[in-house]
């Protein structure tokens, strides 16, 4: 893929950035704004460089219609504070105001277009209709760059066809994360960790799948784990469990231990009555009672996963141990982030849920060493599928 190194001189060029500014908002407050300061460094550098910088980003799920809810002013108005220069902003992605605004950028301004997908083209699966809204927006610029990770898995017009109407590169953004991704799956150092958590098996089969094959040892938290549990046969209470997946969670058990990988699980879990912050209590993960449900893993479970974690060289993180939003329910979680930032090598928050927690419990970003900005990116990527929009920059390179 080319990067911007390989762009040339940049001043004076319109340059679109594909930037992933899809933050969490409470109304119009950003309640986490790590995508936004993620997105710094490529558009400051290319600002720096006398680009003329157009910012296109999607937030939420508009379904192809404009809506003040899902607006990217706020986001605009925090980037600008973080750039520490004036950001332009275009009411509308490929509209007049659009088009008024990247003809008057001057070398160096910044102007960020409105919601991407306020228009139906951006993700539509007709490749005509997607392909006559690429045609507009890679009418505004010269040079296309591509800087939004979280969303490189995406057959979309502004990650994927407008690609192939301008020259395009790769940000620093996703360059850094496919770098990190690459160590993870191609070479990493060993002992090699992976950490899974969330809701739910089936939102992880293809990594566990694909990296049953790489790494040392595979731990298993959050809700998923009680899949395993009744997989073994254990009572699972109320505890969220996907009954269609008991197979799989046995065969996963089963090729682990014939491949010598060791795959833990909780010996300990936290529980309550309901799925309320009150009424928690530790069981033995093997004597969970009928009427309770786990809501994280317990304290030996989370000393346990320390230890493996920080013995390691390389570890993979995605998705919490518990339910980490409530406090009685947030120590798994804690204690993974802890370790993980105690890690002597390559330590990486696989992005989304993740990510949000360990800013909710406190901790810097600076603290790991690869914080990803793509939970579903890279997702896909561990499991080795093609990303539509890493893709096409290696077709074009």
């Keep these: 893929m080319q990067t911007i190194d390989d762009l040339g001189d940049l001043r004076g060029k319109r340059v679109l950035v594909r930037s992933d500014l899809n933050v969490p908002l409470d109304g119009t407050t950003i309640t986490d704004d790590g995508r936004v300061r993620a997105s710094v460094p490529t558009i400051q550098r290319l600002a720096d460089a006398g ?23 706020p986001v605009a108005e925090r980037l600008a504070e973080l750039l520490g220069r004036p950001v332009l902003f275009a009411n509308d992605t490929v509209g007049a105001e659009a088009q008024r605004i990247s003809a008057a950028l001057e070398d160096g301004d910044v102007a960020v277009l409105e919601n991407v997908r306020f228009n139906p083209g951006e993700t539509s699966k007709d490749d005509a209709v997607r392909g006559a809204f690429a045609d507009e927006l890679a009418a505004l610029a010269d040079v296309f760059v591509s800087d939004g990770f979280g969303v490189v898995h995406r057959k979309q017009a502004s990650v994927y066809d407008v690609a192939t109407r ?13 770098e990190v991704l690459k160590r993870l799956t191609e070479t990493p150092e060993r002992p090699y960790v992976v950490v899974l958590g969330g809701s739910k098996v089936s939102d992880k ?8 094959d790489k790494a040392d040892a595979l731990l298993i938290g959050g809700g998923m784990l009680f899949t395993f549990l009744k997989a073994q046969g254990h009572e699972v209470g109320t505890s969220l469990l996907e009954a ?74 995605n998705g919490p141990m518990g339910v980490f939003e409530m406090a009685s329910f947030a120590e798994g979680t804690r204690t993974v982030a802890q370790a993980l930032t105690e890690v002597d090598g390559l330590s990486v928050v696989g992005g989304g849920d993740s990510a949000a927690a360990v800013r909710q419990l406190g901790f810097e970003d600076a603290q790991f060493g690869h914080i990803s900005t793509g939970g579903g990116a890279s997702l896909e990527y561990l499991e080795g599928k093609t990303l539509p929009g890493l893709d096409v920059l290696e077709e074009q390179s």
């Design 51 to 73: 680009a003329r910088v157009l910012v296109t980003a999607h937030l939420g799920r508009p379904d192809g219609t404009p809506n003040p809810t899902y607006s990217l002013a």
């Design 166 to 178: 301008l020259p395009a590169a790769v940000g620093g953004l996703v360059q850094a994360e496919v």
């Design 205 to 212: 089969l293809g990594v566990i799948d694909n990296l049953l």
């Design 244 to 317: 269609d997946q008991l197979d799989t969670a046995r065969s996963y058990l089963e090729r682990a231990a014939a491949q010598g990988v060791e795959l833990l699980l909780p010996t300990d879990v936290v529980v309550a009555p309901e799925f309320k912050d009150a009424g928690a209590e530790t069981v033995a993960a093997d004597a969970i009672p009928a009427d309770r449900m786990g809501l994280d893993i317990g304290p030996d479970s989370a000393d346990a996963f320390a230890e493996r974690i920080r013995g390691a060289r390389t570890v993979f993180w």
